[in-house]
T-cell receptor, first 114, second 112 residues
Framework: DSGVTQTPKHLITATGQRVTLRCSPR?????VYWYQQSLDQGLQFLIQ???????AKGNILERFSAQQFPDLHSELNLSSLELGDSALYFC?????????????FGPGTRLTVL | DAKTTQPTSMDCAEGRAANLPCNHS???????VYWYRQIHSQGPQYIIH???NNETNEMASLIITEDRKSSTLILPHATLRDTAVYYC?????????????FGTGTRLTIIP
C-alpha cells in the first residue's frame, strides 16, 4: 500500500459526459501528479500540483482540468468525454525537498467511455 | 530528459538473478537513473535510483557504468511476484521538474 488513495476504482460513462477523479496523497506529501495510461500511448504525465498551485503541465487536453485543495487532495476533471479518453488514470504524490524524486502511485481509476 | 532504450521483454527463472539493461547514451551530468516497475495495471512502484555510484536497497541493485551511458537493474533472487514491466527513467532531480517520463519498459516474466 503506497498510502495514496484514488476514488472511484472504476468509472463507466458515456461520450460527452463529465467525470471527476479524486486523489488523496500520502500524509505530508505536498506534490500531486496525474498520469494517464492508455493502450496506445503508454504512461503519460498530465499535470503536477504543489501545495495548491500548478507546477508543471504535460500532455493534458484542454477538456481536462485539475486542482489541488487546501487539504492537499486533488481532483482531475474530464469533460466532453470521448471514446479515446478510456484509460487508467493514476495519481502519485511525492515529498518536496527530497534529494531524489520518488513518487508514490495510487491504485488508479479505470475510466471506460462508451 | 535523456532518452532510454530497454529490451521489450525478458524471461528469468525463478530464484535466479534478473538483470535488466538500460541504455541512456545521451545522459547529462545532472541526470539520475530511476527504476520503477508496474505489476499488471497496478500503480507504478519505485525501485531504486542512482547518479553515478552503484546502489543497493532491499529490492534491487543498480549498476551504472563508469561513463554513465548504460545501467543494469539486478533483482538478486527473482520470484513470481517480480513479473512486471520495468521502466528505466533518466531525468534531473531538480525542484520543479519532477514529472516522470515513462518509455515502453521491459516486460519481465519470471518462469517457475
Amino acid at each position: 500500500d503506497s498510502g495514496v488513495t484514488q476514488t472511484p476504482k472504476h468509472l463507466i460513462t458515456a461520450t460527452g459526459q463529465r467525470v471527476t477523479l479524486r486523489c488523496s496523497p500520502r500524509s505530508g506529501d505536498l506534490s500531486v501528479y496525474w498520469y494517464q495510461q492508455s493502450l496506445d500511448q503508454g504512461l503519460q504525465f498530465l499535470i503536477q500540483y504543489y501545495n495548491g498551485e500548478e507546477r508543471a503541465k504535460g500532455n493534458i487536453l484542454e477538456r481536462f482540468s485539475a486542482q489541488q485543495f487546501p487539504d492537499l487532495h486533488s481532483e482531475l476533471n474530464l469533460s466532453s468525454l470521448e471514446l479515446g479518453d478510456s484509460a487508467l488514470y493514476f495519481c502519485a504524490s511525492s515529498e518536496q525537498g527530497a534529494s531524489y524524486n520518488e513518487q508514490f502511485f495510487g491504485p488508479g481509476t479505470r475510466l471506460t467511455v462508451l | 530528459d535523456a532518452k532510454t532504450t530497454q529490451p521489450t521483454s525478458m524471461d528469468c527463472a525463478e530464484g535466479r538473478a534478473a538483470n535488466l539493461p538500460c541504455n541512456h547514451s545521451t545522459i547529462s551530468g545532472n541526470e539520475y537513473v530511476y527504476w520503477y516497475r508496474q505489476i499488471h495495471s497496478q500503480g507504478p512502484q519505485y525501485i531504486i535510483h542512482g547518479l553515478k555510484n552503484n546502489e543497493t536497497n532491499e529490492m534491487a541493485s543498480l549498476i551504472i557504468t563508469e561513463d554513465r551511458k548504460s545501467s543494469t537493474l539486478i533483482l538478486p533472487h527473482a520470484t513470481l511476484r517480480d513479473t512486471a514491466v520495468y521502466y528505466c527513467i533518466v531525468q534531473p532531480a531538480n525542484f520543479g521538474n519532477e514529472k516522470l517520463t515513462f518509455g515502453t519498459g521491459t516486460r519481465l516474466t519470471i518462469i517457475p
